[in-house]
């Protein structure tokens, strides 16, 4: 027992270590990335032709009563809560919307599709979305395109085609930025940093991380990639994980990236509990309610985020225009209610705005 | 153990089911409809397929907890032995299913040869092959799958869906292996007693090691078709499967302690829950009270098969 | 295989070893994981290190204690991780409206036993496998804790509150009960009439009544008492960080119920110590912690994982055969 145990500790350690050393952040994915410029000159916008898709005889709606049905990638976490209240009070300032959310209870591609299904033979007129991964979902979009159905994504797209429009919080890279000018800022510039994301097969996330990587290399290359660990969506995994990354690197580990809104204040709550506030720096996209004690308290100076009752409150504004008929293929901005004119992006995604940057100054004012 | 005997957990269930179709369909229009119950039966095939294993490996007295990492794990392969061996798809998948079933055999192997319970071994190979399938991976999707491979997920013959008509075969060959065939018998013999079954001369490691091998096959054939459907390979794919086959079969009356199950019973204990996600979603249910539902008919019907034993005296 | 039923003629040191093999193993494992790690990366052995392994683990070793006794007693329950999560909400609701904080605390707990006497219950009079009453009340505990509070996180709880969070001595509370539970389990099971029982009912359920023991009132016990160490485990569960999820932990179950086999609880039934459970919850978390240490690619943890418990298992298989 022990012979196999030690063997199988002494094999894989020496087989991962000759094998991380060479690979780039790990958690990224293999598509390619665009890191933005180091200063703040804003990318310039290729335009790019519709690419969505369009449902087939789709009665029309303009002004009528319609049901629409929001399948997030999960229910039962706070990020998916805010983006269902604001696709509510949409739905309440329309008045003609019908809107209810419904979704399965982990972030579970084949339990998605079902739900997705089950909707569309139930006879709804919209779908919002949050794809749990962009392929997979993409077959019964197609299928909700071909009943006639608007379908409208937020949060995390799928194929083009699959569905009419995607609400964009942010743009990967904008997000990436953000994350990375926040943390040099706080190490200065230079040291070890680490991430605690999700699960790899996360779309987004490995996205973001892989965006990450690319804009740390040109922009911050003292920043020194560490580790990432994986911490699924779950509170104490994540604090044990954020834990163990500080007693294993120490001095070493000048900062925490925590990829998402469960990771980034467990990671926080790991440095508070190590005594180590000030000293390891925690960046991480969160919602202002999670963070609040940690950003008070001094621990976290910045926190990264949209604001998701704004990112489902557009999704829905964007699925009544479609539906209206007056957000047609080739637009250039859409109205979206109280937020205004929103710009259309990358042929047939929609830009809720610049990823915000919450800090002990503005996070008071926030209720999500 | 009489005929009427075994039959007497389905019949139950098969009233319950009646009753659950004519209540939900009374309760939604668009439940009852060829198309929907098609589509459904779509849905329902992955899990049905390797539910039919199950059943052969609960009636021994034992437990598969692996087949959702195995089917990840297959999944993974047929991605990579196309893309990243480049092997032509027919011979990826082939392998595929192969390296799947193989996985089912080591179960089975650790299983007969080491004589370690079966919930521990697959606990064990259920983190393993997710591990393998997570590592090989390393956590990348393979997509841009030919048109002609999502006929297996997507595609229909005489207007049913293929992975029904797979499912269909699935069941009448399994149902006739379990119920007419020496090695059904040997099954239910080795679940009943099985040092009994051991000296009645019936080869009991080498049938475990073909139902733990066969567990292995149908995951395999579920990853497939798993792949298909979705049209992309995630290391992911298949987590949490485990329970969903094993509330089917158990549901369907299968004893947890062996010995006791049938085919029909497993096939009505899938439709049950199918038609229950299905058409409480048509009428208004959200997920979570479909999840509570099915919990409290879970208990419900092995509770009512309980008392119904017990009057008659069993 | 236990030690009260070792034969006369043998030595003490044999008839201990018999006794607690697996316990051995899984004791040994853990300091060869210490010293090895700790030759590579001595950081492993700092004592904020060790300090975290245990503090953030010891709610898995509790439940454990509990499933420990349902498997040695011959059941089994999966949705032990479920109601973790119950409790934890519960136990964070009372404490941020107001409520003393010791009602917070033993509330939940007594919620917990009562579920679980009623699961018992269900078990033991009516026959339903243990599996299919605790699939059942898994999706009922899942799905109705959704629908109730729609995964609110609980925050803002007050400091007093947050017991896992206390480190008399500087050692972590979480500590202090899991070392404590752990003892008293064990002496509990060993020298009591109904600890006994336990075992009798898991070895054989018809000898246990002829002995003169009454297995349902000993299935509802024992079920109401994997209840308490349940609650226990979700008090500290809920009171380790500043905020409370109101979901279930994914798989919390699974690693339960492997911390118990792999302590060499017999998954028939009747044999097997809840030390074994204690140190085998110790091992996983020293696995999960070292892997990261070793720098085992982060991709291949799972399979690593997998490996060993697969390497466990093989070596108490064959320390078994040997010992026949």
Redesign the interface.
């Known amino acids: 027992?022990?012979k196999?145990?030690?063997a199988?500790?002494?094999g894989?350690?020496l087989?991962?270590?000759s094998?991380?050393a060479a690979s780039a952040w790990?958690?990224g994915?293999?598509q390619p990335t665009n890191p933005l410029s180091c200063d703040a000159t804003p990318a310039a916008a290729a335009a790019k032709p519709y690419d969505g898709g369009v449902p087939t005889n789709a009665p029309d709606r303009n002004g009528k009563k319609i049901t629409v049905v929001d399948v997030p990638k999960l229910?039962?976490?706070?990020y998916f809560?805010a983006t269902s209240k604001g696709i509510a009070d949409a739905a309440a300032e329309l008045g003609n919307v019908d809107a209810?959310t419904?979704?399965?209870?982990?972030a579970?591609?084949?339990?998605q599709?079902?739900?997705i299904?089950?909707?569309i033979?139930?006879?709804v007129d919209g779908i919002l979305f949050a794809a749990n991964?962009p392929?997979?979902?993409?077959?019964v979009l197609k299928k909700a395109l071909e009943k006639g159905i608007n379908v409208v994504g937020y949060d995390a797209n799928s194929t083009p085609d699959a569905r009419q429009w995607f609400v964009n919080q942010a743009e990967f890279n904008g997000i990436a930025k953000s994350l990375v000018d926040s943390m040099a800022a706080e190490v200065g510039g230079e040291g070890g940093v680490a991430i605690v994301t999700s699960?790899?097969?996360t779309p987004n996330q490995?996205r973001w991380i892989a965006e990450m990587a690319a804009y740390a290399e040109k922009c911050h290359p003292k920043l020194k990639w560490l580790?990432?660990?994986?911490a699924?969506?779950?509170?104490?995994l994540s604090?044990?994980?954020a834990?163990?990354?500080i007693?294993?690197?120490?001095d070493d580990l000048k900062g925490i990236f925590g990829m998402t809104s469960?990771a980034t204040?467990?990671s926080a709550?790991a440095v508070t509990?190590?005594n180590k506030c000030g000293s390891i720096a925690v960046v991480g996209l969160a919602t202002p309610?999670?963070m609040k004690?940690y950003v008070e308290k001094g621990c976290v100076k910045s926190v990264v985020l949209w604001n998701p009752v704004d990112l489902g409150y557009a999704a829905m504004m964007v699925l009544r225009s479609v539906a209206d008929g007056t957000l047609q293929p080739g637009a250039t901005s859409v109205k979206a209610g109280k937020l205004g004119d929103l710009q259309v992006i990358n042929g047939s995604e929609i830009l809720l705005g610049a990823p915000y940057v919450f800090n002990k100054d503005n996070i008071g004012q926030f209720d999500f | 153990m009489t005929a009427a005997r075994l039959l007497r957990h389905e019949t139950i269930l098969a009233v319950l089911t009646i009753i659950a179709l004519a209540v939900l369909a009374s309760m939604s229009d668009k439940f009852f409809t060829p198309e929907n119950l098609l589509n459904q039966g779509r849905l329902m095939a992955e899990v049905g397929l390797v539910a039919l294993a199950m059943t052969f490996v609960i009636v021994t007295g034992g437990i598969d907890l692996s087949v959702g990492s195995i089917l990840g794990l297959t999944a993974i392969l047929l991605g990579v032995f196309w893309k990243n061996l480049g092997l032509p798809l027919p011979a990826a998948i082939l392998l595929a299913v192969i390296c799947g079933t193989f996985a089912g055999w080591i179960n089975g192997f650790i299983i007969t040869r080491f004589n370690v319970p079966p919930l521990i071994a697959t606990l064990a190979t259920l983190a393993l092959y997710r591990g393998l399938a997570e590592g090989i991976s390393e956590a990348r999707s393979v997509r841009g799958y030919p048109e002609w491979f999502f006929f297996f997920g997507q595609g229909e013959i005489l207007g049913v869906p293929f992975q029904l008509w797979l499912l269909g075969i699935a069941v009448v060959i399994s149902g006739v292996i379990l119920g007419l065939t020496p090695f059904g018998r040997a099954t239910y013999a080795i679940g009943a007693n099985e040092t009994a079954a051991r000296f009645s001369g019936i080869r009991v490691n080498s049938t475990k090691l073909w139902i733990y091998t066969a567990a292995g096959f149908c995951s395999a054939l579920a990853a497939v078709i798993f792949v298909s459907r979705v049209t992309t390979t995630r290391s992911d794919m298949g987590t949490g499967l485990e329970l969903d086959v094993i509330t089917g079969v158990v549901l369907g009356g299968t004893s947890i302690f062996g010995g006791r199950g049938t085919i029909i019973g497993t096939v009505l204990g899938l439709v049950l829950i199918q038609a229950l996600k299905n058409g409480l979603a048509l009428s208004g249910v959200k997920g979570d009270g479909t999840i509570v539902v099915i919990g409290l008919v879970l208990i419900g019907a092995i509770l009512v098969g309980a008392l119904f034993d017990r009057n008659r005296g069993g | 295989m236990m030690a009260i039923a070792a034969s006369p003629g043998r030595t003490n040191l044999q008839r201990f070893l018999s006794g607690y093999g697996q316990e051995i193993v899984v004791l040994l494992s853990i300091v060869a994981l210490f010293v090895v790690v700790g030759a590579i990366n001595p950081r492993f052995l700092s004592n904020t290190n060790i300090n975290s392994i245990f503090a953030g683990n010891a709610y898995i070793a509790i439940a454990a204690i509990g499933m420990s006794m349902i498997i040695i007693a011959g059941h089994i329950d999966v949705s032990v991780g479920a109601l973790i999560g119950v409790i934890a909400t519960i136990a964070g609701t009372l404490a941020v409206n107001g409520y003393p904080i010791w009602m917070a605390w033993t509330v939940p707990i007594l919620f917990a036993v009562a579920v679980n006497a009623g699961v018992g219950a269900l078990v033991a009079y009516t026959r339903i496998p243990s599996i299919v009453v605790t699939l059942g009340m898994l999706s009922i505990l899942k799905g109705g804790l959704i629908s109730i509070t729609a995964g609110k996180w609980i925050t803002n709880m007050p400091p007093e509150f947050m017991i896992a969070q206390m480190r008399p001595f500087g050692i972590p509370s979480a500590v202090y009960f899991m070392v404590a539970l752990t003892i008293i389990a064990a002496l509990f099971m060993r020298y009591t009439d109904f600890g006994r029982a336990i075992y009798a009912v898991g070895g054989n359920i018809e000898a246990a009544r002829a002995a003169g023991i009454n297995p349902e009132r000993t299935v509802v016990g024992v079920f109401a008492l994997h209840g308490l160490f349940a609650g226990i485990a979700g008090i500290l569960f809920a009171t380790q960080l500043q905020v409370i999820q109101s979901t279930v932990p994914p798989n919390l179950e699974l690693t339960v119920i492997t911390a118990s086999v792999i302590g060499g609880v017999s998954i028939l039934g009747g044999t097997g110590t809840v030390i074994g459970s204690t140190l085998a919850a110790i091992l996983f978390a020293c696995i999960g912690s070292a892997l990261i240490f070793l720098n085992v690619s982060a991709y291949w943890l799972r399979a690593v994982l997998g490996l060993m418990i697969l390497a466990t298992v093989l070596a108490d298989m064959a320390r078994r055969r040997r010992a026949t």
């Not at chain 1, 392929?135 to 077959?139: D, E, H, Q, R, T």
């Open positions: 027992m022990k196999l145990t030690l199988a500790i002494v894989f350690g087989m991962s270590g094998a991380l790990t958690g994915d293999d229910i039962g976490i706070g809560n209810k419904d979704g399965p209870t982990k579970n591609i084949d339990e599709i079902t739900f299904d089950n909707y033979t139930s006879g991964d392929v997979a979902i993409a077959p699960t790899f097969t490995a580790e990432t660990v994986e699924q969506e779950d509170n104490n604090f044990n994980q834990t163990t990354l007693n294993k690197y120490g469960v204040p467990a709550e509990q190590a309610n999670a004690p």
